[in-house]
């Protein structure tokens, strides 16, 4: 690849986390999301994430996932050597994942630049995709943090926003960010997008391993040391971990570098998605005909004035009659019957499930 | 029992047929509703039908039933000597099947008065009920044919109706029948209603066997006579069976013996119930709590803003978020997902999921 003179020493990190609780009972924590294929594509989130970056790193790429998900891990990305797994002993964090593998590729190369992207997004472009990180890392190689802010497809209230500052002189498209906003009320979201100036925050970072480092030295010396510490014995990985700040890279490091004017975003616009409930997969997916989308066998879905979701990995025929909007999913041990309108209240019937006593179904 | 003694020679008959196709998936043409327990109780329709009927008949009670039900049939009703099932070599409507039992109760006791109810009805006063069909028996021994009456409980336009004529001098509630009139519309359902004068027709009928012959052969004399032959020669059952008249007993009887005068009817108000769809099935049952009901095992079904119905009987937890007036039905092969207010409906799914190539579903 023509690329690979340029980008090698560019590797991908992905953190491999959350159990995705509002798509319950499709999702578990013993099966979480990105183990998932939510796209109907044949491909799971994980799959199809390496899919997008290994065009870009090749086998430069470390999964960073829970003790509990290492072997499905593996077993999906068949490819990849078996030490680009990093198992965390338990979770602690997005910071403590990224920067662990920061610390690896440190040691295995001073120079290196990681970009950092979860296993779980949806990105319809996946070239117009590669050709921001790349930016992105040509501006991480100048020693800023870089970002990549999403085109809003909509004043979202779900996701944290990009303010956009100054254009970065020398760089196609990348601006500094003036600043990380939190998630805004919906007037506020409005706003955000009408005025241009905003980006989506989709928790991508692009930056030298040590730079990242450093500037997480500043904030908590500590959890940057512990790392490095880690990187340099993995014997002590098990003795380590379980003492480290528990802590997000965006309040980490991000906010903080933001604030000192260390951070760079690079806008991108190529179709991006985070299936966080059902509403989402609803809109993702293509309609299967008769107003009803289906994940799953649509041969065995039958409906009748009817519109809205099923998931079903079962091989029982569903059959809707008469429901609007409505969700099903239909799973070997848990049905759940909801609306789009109450998608982000799944994780609600989680709780209550696990309180009913049967936490082997969350 | 001190009413052996008056109602010795009193038979009860069974039909046990039709599959409910409107309570699919839980009912199906493999095993129909009588099969099922609908109210929770323990006992399916066909066991609480003969559980009510035993107190007045003992074993003199023969169910008529398809071919392929004959086995669970007699698996359900353990104490009821085999060849009181009577199996019916293919379906010839209800006048042949209740016609076959009374011509074979009349060869077992010319004198003998049989009373006629469906598998698959529910009466919540089991003693009230018996009490009516007593009082219909002493009718029926004058030789007249003889109804129960069901006591309205709304204007519905689901049952055919019972015109009242004048009362019977002898006996403490019976009435002449004025006139059959089949299912009206809501405005005559609710005129009818208001007049005091109308009872729900359930297809309830008493009367001497040979008496019910003979008014049969009156209209339809070759039905008489073939179902008296295979009574007199059991062996001939499958060489006359398929060429007798297929036709209902209202319809070969019932109204014809009404114009002529010939028919009386006992009031009856015992809380009777034909489960004919779910949302029937939905008002029969107790509120299992947070407004849904459940029939299955409710510490299963978990609801949050919901209420309707589920029907369970997989084993699966079943969630319900933000769903109103829903009904799920969950079984091993097929899932329904619905609302009351389409319950009439059902009967249209069944013969989508037959022209999808699934009638083993059906």
Known sequence: MTETSSLGNLWAVVPAGGAGTRL??????????????????????????????????GDRLLVVTG???????????????????????SPRDSMAAIGL?????????????????????????????????????????????????????RPSTAFGYIHLGDRLPGFPTAHAVAEFVEKPDAERARQYVASGEYRWNAGMFVARASVLLDL??????????GLRE??????RLEEIWPGLTKIAIDHAVAEPAA????????PGGFGWEDIGDFAALADLLPDAGAGVKVLGDAGRVLSRDSSGLVVTDTGRTVALLGVEDVVVVDTGDALLVTTTAHAQDVKAVVEAVKSSGRPDLT
């Open 230 to 235: 880690i990187a340099a014995e993995p014997d």
């Open 67 to 89: 003790a509990a998900h290492q072997d499905a891990v593996r077993g999906q990305l068949e490819d990849l050597p078996d030490d680009h797994v990093v198992a965390e002993p």
């Open 24 to 57: 319950w009972p499709l999702s578990r924590a013993r099966s979480p999301k990105f183990l998932h294929d939510l796209s109907g594509s044949g491909r799971t989130l994980l799959q199809a994430t390496g899919d997008r970056l290994t065009p870009l790193v």
């Open 101 to 153: 593998a920061a610390a690896m590729i440190e040691r295995e190369d001073p120079e290196a630049v990681l970009g950092s992207f979860a296993a779980d997004h949806v990105i319809a472009d996946a070239e117009a995709f590669r050709e921001c990180v790349r930016e992105a890392a040509d501006v991480a190689r100048t020693g800023l943090l870089v970002t990549i802010g999403i085109e809003p497809a």
């Open 216 to 225: 997480l030295a500043v904030e908590h010396p500590d959890l940057a040391a």
């Open 259 to 266: 604030a000192a004017g260390k951070v760079a975003v690079v």
